[in-house]
């Protein structure tokens, strides 16, 4: 089983960019599907988008056009880059890891309660 830590968070301008990096131990990280989620203060965690084992993607409508993500199988890393970021962006953000073959589908990969792994999260905080 995997295990994930996150990084790159931090504090930055409306309109600004970031790059999260989820850095991934354990030898079948390839075999695994990897999603983007993100918890604001007082709401629930929201999904925000994935990429399959494939290499497939799915994306929250909310950062349609602005977010990207990406994985580096040799390097057990999967990416979050972020552009345009607004206000709202602000929350912790959360790297997860879903067993490949174990979903199909936005409905499935939208679905924080179908990950087997979770990292510790990381801070993003737009300022307006």
């Known amino acids: 089983q995997v295990q994930l830590v996150e990084s790159g968070g931090g504090l930055v301008q409306a309109g600004g960019s970031l790059r999260l990096s989820c850095a991934a131990s354990g030898r079948t990280f390839s075999s695994y599907s990897m999603g983007w989620f993100r918890q604001a203060p007082g709401k629930e965690r929201e999904f925000v988008e994935a990429i399959t084992w494939g290499g497939s993607t799915y994306y929250a409508d909310s950062v349609k056009g602005r977010f990207t993500i990406s994985r580096d199988n040799a390097k057990k890393m999967v990416y979050l880059q972020m552009n345009s970021l607004k206000p709202e962006d602000t929350a912790v953000y959360f790297c997860?890891?879903?067993?490949?073959?174990?979903?199909?589908?936005?409905?499935?990969?939208?679905?924080?309660?179908?990950?087997?792994?979770w990292g510790q999260g990381t801070q993003v905080t737009v300022s307006s």
């Open positions: 997860a890891a879903i067993k490949g073959g174990s979903c199909s589908g936005y409905g499935c990969y939208a679905k924080s309660s179908g990950y087997d792994v």
